[in-house]
Nanobody
Framework: QVQLVESGGGLVQAGGSLRLSCAAS????????MGWFRQAPGKEREFVAA????????RYADSVMGRFTISRDNAKNTVYLQMNRLKPTDTAVYYC?????????????????WGQGTQVTVSS
């Protein structure tokens, strides 16, 4: 079992930056691919970014490409999402997720463990 706890959300003006963190505990997560998803009010949860255990392979949604960066520190059991040039359309609850395997997928049902989420609000 893996427990995931997100932090770092908050209120920021458009054009600003935030860094989300996801701390993992329980079973070691250094061999798992990790991802970030988000869910805006009234919308379905959507893929944002994912990273393999080495940190060298990443994938991003088109909507955040070039603005968001996913990274991980396996020594700290933590995954990060650096979000720059934020837009009001980035407003959502952001969720961290982990897979049992080390391949990147974008489907929600491809992830086995989920955090509780952290709210990100971008004002215009």
């Amino acid at each position: 079992q893996v427990q995931l706890v997100e932090s770092g959300g908050g209120l920021v003006q458009a054009g600003g930056s935030l860094r989300l963190s996801c701390a993992a505990s329980g079973r070691t997560f250094s061999s798992n691919a990790m991802g970030w998803f988000r869910q805006a009010p009234g919308k379905e949860r959507e893929f944002v970014a994912a990273v393999t255990w080495s940190g060298y392979t990443t994938r991003y949604a088109d909507s955040v490409m070039g603005r968001f960066t996913i990274s991980r520190d396996n020594a700290k059991n933590t995954v990060y999402l650096q979000m720059n040039r934020l837009k009001p359309t980035d407003t959502a609850v952001y969720y961290c997720a982990a897979r049992r395997t080390n391949t990147i997928v974008v489907l929600i049902n491809g992830y086995d463990y989920w955090g509780q989420g952290t709210q990100v609000t971008v004002s215009s």
